[in-house]
Every structure is written in structure tokens, then in C-alpha cells.
């Protein structure tokens, strides 16, 4: 990788780190530049303005995560273990602090919402994604014979994306798991009850 590119990778994860524990209208470009020891004509080599770094750092986090979610389905062999993999990354991420900022799609979601048009047009196509995720791994399992063929996928993958999203919102309002560690029983009953054959 080129020193340029090297710079601007680095730029992009040091403001995806703070964008997504600070939020994105508290972060300024002085504090990405200082934490970075870069100077300002650095960044501006590398981006016109805030708003690029904005969606460069959300992308970022977002193919993080989906990489790593992406990774953990692949080694599964069952859709309810498939199903189960976002309890496990949510709850246990949490846990073990590689999520200490929470989701960065809920985040940027509450900030971006009526503020920044782009931004939010980037976290409606990563909901969008996931629930499409979901539906996809739902809707092979109702043809290997798995889940329960009268299942809405659709219906179902909006219910969890709530849940699990809420669990971390109460999570990390309350500093505790508690919260999100009953959402995330009610989930795996709700897979095991309603969902599996």
C-alpha cells in the first residue's frame, strides 16, 4: 500500500472510531487530525470536507462489521445456528468491549436521521442489507426443510434488526448487558419457537 492510501485508511478508521463513540457532529476535524498526529494539510490532501469522512468512516464500520458477520455464517451449518450468529456478535461483542461505541448503524442512524441526508441514506441501505441478509438465511432454511414454511421472512427480519438494535440501545444507556442479554433469550426463544420445524 502507498503512503497515500496508508494515510487515508488510517484517517478513515481513526474517524470511524470517534464518529462512532463521540458521534459525528461532536467530532471535529482538529480531533481526527490530533489523535492521527497528522496535520490538517493531510487530511484535506485526502478529503474536501467533514461529510466525506462522514461516509468514508461509516462504510468503514460497516463492512467491518458485515466482514466479520459475513465470516462467523459461513461456519455454520444450519439456518438456526446462522439465525443465532447476531445474538452472538451483538452480546458477546458487547461483552467483550469490541463493540464499545455499540452499533454503528444505530448511532449513526439517531444522529443522522433528520441532519445529514447522505448519511442516512447509508444507514437505510445497511438496514437494508441486513434484513436482507436475514431474509435470505430464513428463506433457504424454509426450503431445507428447517424453518416453518408459513414463516414471514420479511416480518421476522424486521422484528430481530428491533430487538437487537434496542437491546443495544438499553445496553448502553444502562451500562449494563442485563438488558440486551433479555433481549437477546427472548430472540433465540423466539428462533427456537416460532421459526425452527
Same mark, same amino acid.
Given at each position: 500500500?502507498?503512503? +497515500? =492510501?496508508?494515510?487515508?485508511?488510517?484517517?478513515?478508521?481513526?474517524?470511524?472510531?470517534?464518529?462512532?463513540?463521540? $458521534?459525528?457532529?461532536?467530532?471535529?476535524?482538529?480531533?481526527?487530525?490530533?489523535?492521527? &498526529?497528522?496535520?490538517?494539510?493531510?487530511?484535506?490532501?485526502?478529503?474536501?470536507?467533514?461529510?466525506?469522512?462522514?461516509?468514508?468512516?461509516? !462504510?468503514?464500520?460497516?463492512?467491518?462489521?458485515? /466482514?466479520?458477520?459475513?465470516?462467523?455464517? +459461513?461456519?455454520? !451449518?444450519?439456518?438456526?445456528?446462522?439465525?443465532?450468529?447476531?445474538?452472538?456478535?451483538?452480546?458477546?461483542?458487547?461483552?467483550? &468491549? #469490541?463493540?464499545?461505541? $455499540?452499533? +454503528?448503524?444505530?448511532?449513526?442512524?439517531?444522529? +443522522? !436521521?433528520?441532519? &445529514?441526508?447522505?448519511?442516512? =441514506? #447509508?444507514?437505510?441501505?445497511?438496514?437494508?442489507?441486513?434484513?436482507?441478509?436475514?431474509?435470505?438465511?430464513? /428463506?433457504?432454511?424454509?426450503?431445507? $426443510?428447517?424453518?416453518?414454511?408459513?414463516?414471514?421472512? /420479511?416480518?421476522?427480519?424486521?422484528?430481530?434488526?428491533?430487538?437487537?438494535?434496542?437491546?443495544?440501545?438499553?445496553?448502553?444507556?444502562?451500562?449494563?448487558? /442485563?438488558?440486551?442479554?433479555?433481549?437477546?433469550? &427472548?430472540?433465540? #426463544?423466539?428462533?427456537?419457537?416460532?421459526?425452527?420445524?
Amino acid at each position: 500500500m502507498r503512503k +497515500a =492510501e496508508a494515510t487515508k485508511q488510517a484517517i478513515i478508521k481513526q474517524a470511524a472510531a470517534l464518529f462512532n463513540k463521540k $458521534g459525528y457532529a461532536a467530532t471535529s476535524i482538529p480531533q481526527i487530525t490530533e489523535a492521527l &498526529h497528522i496535520s490538517k494539510g493531510s487530511f484535506y490532501g485526502n478529503f474536501n470536507n467533514k461529510e466525506e469522512i462522514e461516509l468514508a468512516a461509516f !462504510d468503514h464500520n460497516i463492512a467491518k462489521m458485515n /466482514e466479520a458477520l459475513r465470516q462467523e455464517i +459461513a461456519k455454520k !451449518d444450519n439456518t438456526i445456528d446462522k439465525l443465532l450468529v447476531f445474538e452472538t456478535y451483538y452480546f458477546e461483542g458487547m461483552k467483550a &468491549h #469490541r463493540l464499545p461505541a $455499540g452499533c +454503528a448503524i444505530l448511532n449513526t442512524a439517531i444522529e +443522522a !436521521d433528520d441532519t &445529514h441526508p447522505k448519511l442516512n =441514506e #447509508r444507514v437505510i441501505a445497511a438496514i437494508e442489507n441486513w434484513k436482507n441478509s436475514i431474509i435470505s438465511i430464513i /428463506e433457504k432454511g424454509k426450503k431445507y $426443510g428447517q424453518i416453518k414454511p408459513q414463516v414471514n421472512a /420479511e416480518e421476522y427480519a424486521v422484528l430481530f434488526i428491533a430487538m437487537i438494535e434496542g437491546g443495544v440501545m438499553l445496553g448502553k444507556t444502562y451500562k449494563s448487558l /442485563e438488558p440486551l442479554h433479555k433481549v437477546m433469550r &427472548h430472540y433465540r #426463544r423466539i428462533i427456537q419457537t416460532e421459526l425452527k420445524i
